[in-house]
């Protein structure tokens, strides 16, 4: 399969091939985003060596598999490896023999590293001693190093305050995919869905290729979901857990704190997040909360009346909301999600889910304003005095003097606008112009899936964003 998509993160990586000297980069992110498979895919012909590391091996299981890639790459007739020096010595042999590639740099792949570094097996310093005494000062020499699990690589690496401090020359977070490559990619697959099929499928498995991977193009999205989710034995029951336990040590801090905030959907102050879930307010809270967010799990944001105070800790990873919605608490079994697919519940399941879709969009609603190019600071907004319980989930602070307040609606058809619904739009506008007294011009924009009906309503807004925005 060819790559999909990763078009900044492609012209990162030509910039690694293309610098004469040597680089060390780090690739990191969730697990079954897809961080393998680009780079074994970018880098098909430029890797010299290649090693993964085991899952729970021990350090003798770690050094015989890096061994035996050694042999299989060139390296048969090298030392047999006892120890991690004499492993990256052989590694050193390998690489200094082998033929330099096409594109100018020998490519040395360590994917899932973090699996490697056993206790007590000083593979940390082994590898500190490969690169500073060698590697470092060979211009054709590209150590890419890979893992889903983003607290070690963080600590251990690029926080790294011994052998390796400030030797890491690169990192690239692969995030998910947005919309619009999913529908390149379910196109790919051969997945019969339409725009609205595939939004509704990002607002559970968000852009992550391993789950629509799973999805099978003889059944509808809602059996899909049933076979994945809610059956017994369902592959994803559990994969919330496994999930930040794969990504992050001492995952059940991590686990807490998005339970706290799927249960607050504007977000939580880091204060408030303490409070809830009882952590310390040393260092710790402080990693896990920009680990999250590295990740693509949460965004911060500030209040717009409140900008100097704290901020906003919000949910958007959709399948963390929707994992710790439907799949934690309950293990029903059946046909859940199509029995479920009219019901109230699932009406504010999709416009929960929808919101967060769409902030996680925010280049493409820009796109869609005109205002590509301009400067804009994003925030939100709860009244506090002149409508009570009024908020605004989304604003764009342009430096044009505009602002824009945007409400997001989720529908099935093109949204109506009618006379109480034009109304609160109305009385919210002036909520927030009298209460902020800003006096930039304000714009209430309708991000939806299909459009605002014409009608004599539809004066409240301004301007519109659709689903088929969300996909350029």
Same mark, same amino acid.
Request: proline share 4%; glycine share 8%; charged share 25%.
């Given at each position: ?16 091939? %293309? ?54 790459? *060139? ?13 990256? +010595? ?7 023999? !082998? ?47 890979? *893992? ?74 809602? %059996?899909?979901?049933? +076979?994945?989710?809610?059956?017994? *034995? ?9 999930? #930040? ?35 310390? !307010? ?43 919605? #439907? ?24 416009? #929960? ?61 093109? #949204?109506?606008?009618?006379? !109480? ?11 927030? %112009? ?29 301007? %519109? ?8």
């Amino acid at each position: 399969m060819r790559i999909i998509g990763r078009r900044h993160e492609q012209k990162e990586l030509t910039r690694y091939l %293309q610098r004469r000297e040597a680089d060390f980069l780090v690739v990191y992110g969730r697990r079954r985003v897809g961080k393998t498979f680009l780079l074994r895919e970018f880098f098909r012909n430029d890797i010299v060596f290649e090693a993964t590391g085991m899952a729970e091996g021990r350090m003798a299981d770690q050094l015989q598999n890096f061994s035996a890639a050694i042999r299989r790459q *060139g390296g048969a007739g090298l030392t047999p490896t006892a120890d991690w020096f004499t492993a990256f +010595e052989n590694l050193r042999d390998l690489t200094a023999a !082998a033929a330099t590639p096409a594109r100018g740099k020998k490519v040395i792949f360590l994917d899932e590293m973090p699996w490697m570094n056993t206790p007590r097996s000083r593979f940390l310093s082994a590898l500190e001693h490969f690169w500073n005494s060698w590697a470092s000062a060979q211009p054709d020499i590209l150590l890419v190093v890979c *893992g889903s699990a983003t607290s070690w690589l963080m600590k251990n690496l690029l926080k790294n305050r011994r052998g390796l401090h400030h030797r890491v020359t690169g990192r690239l977070v692969l995030q998910p995919f947005t919309l619009g490559e999913c529908e390149e990619f379910c196109s790919e697959l051969g997945l019969p869905l339409t725009r609205k099929r595939i939004l509704d499928a990002y607002m559970i498995f968000g852009g992550v290729p391993f789950y629509l991977r799973l999805l099978r193009p003889d059944l509808s999205l809602e %059996q899909n979901i049933d +076979e994945l989710c809610f059956r017994p *034995g369902a592959p994803l029951a559990d994969e919330l857990s496994e999930l #930040y336990h794969s990504l992050f040590a001492h995952a059940e801090n991590y686990l807490a704190v998005v339970a706290a905030l799927t249960r607050r959907s504007k977000g939580l102050t880091r204060e408030e997040i303490i409070a809830a879930t009882g952590l310390t !307010a040393g260092g710790g809270v402080t990693t896990v909360l920009n680990d999250l967010e590295t990740c693509g799990f949460t965004r911060t944001y500030h209040d717009f009346t409140k900008p100097k105070q704290g901020a906003y800790h919000q949910l958007v990873d959709p399948f963390t909301i929707f994992a710790l919605r #439907y799949l934690t608490d309950r293990r029903p079994d059946g046909t859940v999600w199509l029995d479920g697919i009219d019901s109230p519940e699932r009406q504010v399941w999709s416009g #929960y889910a929808f919101e967060r879709a769409c902030l996680l969009h925010i280049d493409q609603i820009k796109a869609a304003l005109g205002i590509t190019g301009v400067s804009t600071h994003l925030t939100a907004w709860r009244s506090m005095t002149t409508d009570p319980g009024a908020q605004i989930d989304l604003i764009i602070d342009r430096r044009d003097q505009t602002i824009n307040l945007c409400e997001m609606k989720y529908s099935g058809a093109p #949204y109506v606008i009618d006379k !109480a619904y034009a109304m609160a739009l109305r009385t919210k506008r002036a909520a927030f %112009q009298a209460e902020t007294g800003t006096k930039k011009d304000l714009h209430v924009t309708m991000v939806t899936t299909f459009g605002v009906v014409q009608g004599k309503n539809d004066d409240a807004v301004t301007s %519109q964003v659709t689903m088929d925005d969300l996909f350029r």
